[in-house]
C-alpha cells in the first residue's frame, strides 16, 4: 500500500528562512518513511489580508480556494511556522483563516496535524506551536497530534549532511513516525 500522502509546507517567505528548512528537512524524512509527500510554498499561495467586505464581494481569493483544496488532498498535514512575539505569525494566521472560509473550513476535517518550529532562539519557537495549536484545534476543529519538534539555535541545528544534532532529531523523529502512523488511520 502507497504511503499516507502529507502536505509539509512553513509559515514563512523569508528567503533562507529557518522554518523553510525544516519544512524541507521534515518532507525528506517523511518521504524516507514511505510518505507520498507534497511540499508546498505559501508563495504560490499569495492572499489578501482577511477583509469581511472583501469576502462579501468576492467569495474566498482563488489561492486561499486552492490552498484548501491542496490541504483537502492530503490524510496529514504538517505545518513548520515561525515564532513572532510568541505566536503565530500574520502570514499563518491569514492563510488558516482563509482556508477556514471555505466549505465551512472541511480542509481541516478528517485529517491529522503536526507543528514544529525553528527559531535561533533558546526556546525554538515553542510558544508559536502552542499557539498554532490553539488557532487549529479551538478554532478550525482540527485533530492535531501531541507530537511536535521546535528547533531552537536553528542556524547551528544540522550537521555538514543536513541531518538535525542533539536531542531535537530524537524528538523530530518522532514526531513523523507518529505524523505518518495518524495519517494512514485516516486513509482507512
Ligand atoms: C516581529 C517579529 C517577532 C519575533 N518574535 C520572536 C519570538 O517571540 N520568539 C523567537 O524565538 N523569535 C522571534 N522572532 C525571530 C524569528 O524567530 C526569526 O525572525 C526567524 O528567523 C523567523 O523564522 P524564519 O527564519 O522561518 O523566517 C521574531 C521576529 C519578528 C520579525
Redesign the pocket.
Known sequence: MAGPKILVF?????T???????AAYVARKLTELGAEVTHASLRDYPMPLYDGDLEAREGVPERGQAFALLMSQHLGIFI?G??????I?PLMKNTLDWVSRVDRGSAYKNRIFALGA????????Y??LIHTRHVLELGCAAMVQPEMVAVSG?SKAYDENGELIGPTAKVAANTLSALVANAKRYAA
Open positions: 512553513a509559515g514563512s517567505l523569508r533562507g528562512s529557518f522554518n523553510e528548512t525544516l513548520a515561525p515564532e513572532y512575539n510568541a505566536g505569525t525553528a527559531s535561533d532562539g533558546p526556546r525554538g519557537g510558544r508559536s536553528a
